[in-house]
């Protein structure tokens, strides 16, 4: 087993609760990008677990999307296992994870997709552009210059990682909303 998590019952606990908890049904593809927000879950285990939930009947097909592409969501049976089960995991891990799947769930559902690049200059520094754009239409960009081609991939690593933070967080630092970090006494 592959997974940090665990055991595969521990990958169908945990993909359990994350479709129990966000309460209406998902492709596979979203299902498979909301599990992957964290490093716990590997996506053969994923697929193989989705699979054996299926046939267990812990989850369900329930109609499609726009695309044709078929919805899942969590059966009374699946929803009793993820109840019943959830104490094999951390409370920290699946509260966090349960965090992450929200917030990209937000983003998608808004038609949210990001740009990001680095360009090395002259002067051997980087300037790393990132850009949040809603339904075509640009909600977010700066530019920041770095020292270094590492720090330049770090940045743009954290920002396909967490696009919906960066975006949060950039604007709760525009609005002040962030008081102590201006170490206002």
Known sequence: MASP??????????????????NYPLDFVTVNDVVMQNDYIMY?????????M???????????NENGDALYSVTAKGAMVAEQLRCDLLPSILDQSLECALRYLDFKRRGITVDCTSERLGDQTFDVTVTVFEKKKTILTTTVNVDSEYRAHLI???????????????MALLCGNVDFLFDLK
Do not use: C, W
């Open 5 to 22: 998590i665990g055991s595969m019952n521990n990958v169908k606990i945990f993909v359990l609760y994350l479709m129990r908890n966000i």
């Open 44 to 52: 053969l285990d994923f697929s193989q677990a989705f699979h054996e």
């Open 54 to 64: 299926l046939d267990g009947e812990l989850i369900r097909e329930d109609g499609v």
């Open 156 to 170: 743009r690593k954290k920002f396909r990682e967490h696009p919906e933070v960066i975006y949060r967080g950039t």
